[in-house]
């Protein structure tokens, strides 16, 4: 990277803060979006019509993320996967699943810096957004690590299962919800058990902020909901009637965000996991041998 494009990036990242902190002061002070009123008018989803659900077809590109994928799966995003411009992420997460607009600046051009593309001219497919250790990581909530399945859009239905039964708590309606203690716990238990399991298995601490950024979209977005959660994570589906649970006129922003993200993190135990970690790893050994 060339020394200018270096100071243009710093450049950006700083105003992108600033933009980012004013927003959460706004939105502090601006009343909330109305229920039922969340998805912005004229864009799909809005009064929780989404539009129809069809899963991928044969050659179809599909990627690690589950917001992704549904974008794709309701045509919100081409129903491909392909050709898609880093602009119009940015618009449609904004409008989908109201992240703050500096969010929704920030992580599409992370994702084109990442893929040496340009963010207002290049596009691309979802499955290189896969590109491992870039964004992807080892220890992940919902995959096997990337040595045990390359193929990083499928999704190992046993970790949904476990992340869904995590939730002890209901909610005043009586629905079941997942915490920020319940992610931090299974957080624990997958990476310890990832760390066993695989042989390759790596996890800097920038990788596992990556990895508890991701599982907290579980908590904001979709505020804990096991049953609307069931649906996302199971079929990359929005459920009909669906909104984001995040009301604030300027939608989710980084610093809130980073709130819960931290909370999250900080609570990650381990330690608490190494015994059953080691029963797993002697278990898929032994499978190994089996089979
Ligand atoms: C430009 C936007 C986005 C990009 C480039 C992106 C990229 C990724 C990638 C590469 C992963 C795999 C990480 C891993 O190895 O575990 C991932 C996982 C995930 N993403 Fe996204 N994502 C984006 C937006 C979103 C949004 C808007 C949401 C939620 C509303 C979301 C929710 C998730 C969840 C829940 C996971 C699974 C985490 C896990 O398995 O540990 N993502 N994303
Ligand atoms: C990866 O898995 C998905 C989902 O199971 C499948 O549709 C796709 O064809 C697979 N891709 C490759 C390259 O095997
Ligand atoms: C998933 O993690 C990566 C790394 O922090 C980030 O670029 C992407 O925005 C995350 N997705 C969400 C919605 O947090
Ligand atoms: C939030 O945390 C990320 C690191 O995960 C950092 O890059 C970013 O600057 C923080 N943003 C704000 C607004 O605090």
């Keep these: 990277m060339g020394v200018f494009s270096k100071v243009s990036n710093i450049i950006f990242d700083t105003g992108l803060l600033s933009w980012d902190v004013l927003l959460t002061l706004l939105n502090l002070v601006r009343r909330k979006r109305p229920i039922g009123h969340v998805t912005p008018e004229g ?32 045509g919100i995003i081409s129903r491909s996967g392909r050709g898609i411009s880093f602009v119009e992420l940015n618009h449609h ?58 193929n990083q859009s499928v999704k190992h239905i046993p970790f949904i299962d476990e992340l869904l039964a995590m939730s002890t708590v209901k909610d005043r309606d009586g629905n079941d919800i ?71 006129p300027h939608g989710l922003t980084m610093l809130s965000f980073n709130k819960t993200i931290l909370a999250v993190e900080l609570g990650v135990r381990e330690k608490d996991w190494t015994e059953v970690a080691q029963k797993e790893a002697e278990q898929s050994a032994a499978d190994a041998d089996a089979a």
């Design 43 to 74: 864009h799909p989803g809005h009064g929780g019509y989404w539009p129809e659900f069809k899963p991928p077809l044969e050659g179809a590109s599909r990627c690690s993320c589950p917001a992704l994928n549904a974008m794709a799966n309701h």
């Design 93 to 150: 997460i904004r409008a989908t699943y109201n992240f703050s607009p500096s969010f929704c600046s920030h992580v599409p051009h992370v994702a084109a810096r990442m893929l040496k593309k340009s963010y207002s001219k290049d596009t691309f497919d979802l499955e290189e957004i896969d590109l491992h250790n870039g964004i992807e990581h080892d220890g992940s909530l919902l995959r096997l690590d990337t040595a045990l399945e390359p």
């Design 178 to 248: 997942i915490t920020t203690k319940d992610l931090s716990k299974i957080l624990g238990k997958r990476r310890a058990v990832a760390r066993a399991v695989n042989k390759e298995f790596s996890l800097s601490l920038f990788h596992k902020i990556f990895g508890s950024t991701n599982a907290s979209t579980l908590i904001t977005i979709f505020g804990g909901r096991v049953d609307d959660l069931r649906d996302f994570l199971h079929y990359e589906q929005l459920p009909q009637g669906w909104e984001s649970r995040i009301r604030q």
